[in-house]
């Protein structure tokens, strides 16, 4: 299943910057299915942090994992949800070549239909968070 919207890649964009759409639940409880994702292409990766990559076997495939820890060959990356699959457990570690940025932070569409002011200042104040990186990712996904 794609972890992203095709549409996600920097195609020649003037700004290190991009926007992705979020498809699936490899990241629960940190990015939902329809989270939106501001990416910076090219950004300096560090364990814990939120990337974007190509798929090793599938390479038109965007997908969004943890990047867990720095191995011999590249990144050995890793989803938030343990049961949903598709990371390193499957396919190995990631060359460097593929991991294409870092997420920096995440929106939440507006439900269509929710026009209420509690709604809208609901959505307001949860809509837009930074993605951190988690500090001790590392060793809580070596562990795994």
């Known amino acids: ?8 890649e920097r195609a020649g964009a003037p700004l290190p910057f991009g926007v992705a759409e ?5 990241m629960v409880p940190t990015l939902h299915h329809g989270d939106r994702l501001l990416v910076h292409y090219g950004a300096r990766i560090k364990p ?4 974007v990559l190509r798929h090793p076997f599938q390479q038109d495939l965007l997908v ?3 990047a867990a820890e720095r191995r011999e060959g590249g990144w050995w990356v890793r989803g938030d949800n343990t049961y949903a699959g598709g990371d390193s ?3 190995g570690v990631v060359p460097d070549d593929l991991v294409l940025g870092r997420v920096r932070l ?3 569409p507006r439900r269509p239909g929710r026009r209420s002011p509690t709604a809208l200042a609901g959505w307001a104040l949860s809509a ?8 001790s990712a590392s ?5 795994r």
């Open 1 to 8: 299943m794609p972890e992203l919207s095709q549409d996600a």
């Open 22 to 26: 979020v498809t699936g639940p490899s």
């Open 48 to 51: 814990g942090h939120v990337v």
């Open 64 to 66: 969004v994992k943890r």
């Open 89 to 91: 457990t499957d396919y």
């Open 106 to 108: 995440r929106y939440r």
């Open 128 to 135: 837009v968070r930074p993605v951190f990186s988690a500090r």
């Open 139 to 143: 060793r809580r996904l070596r562990a």
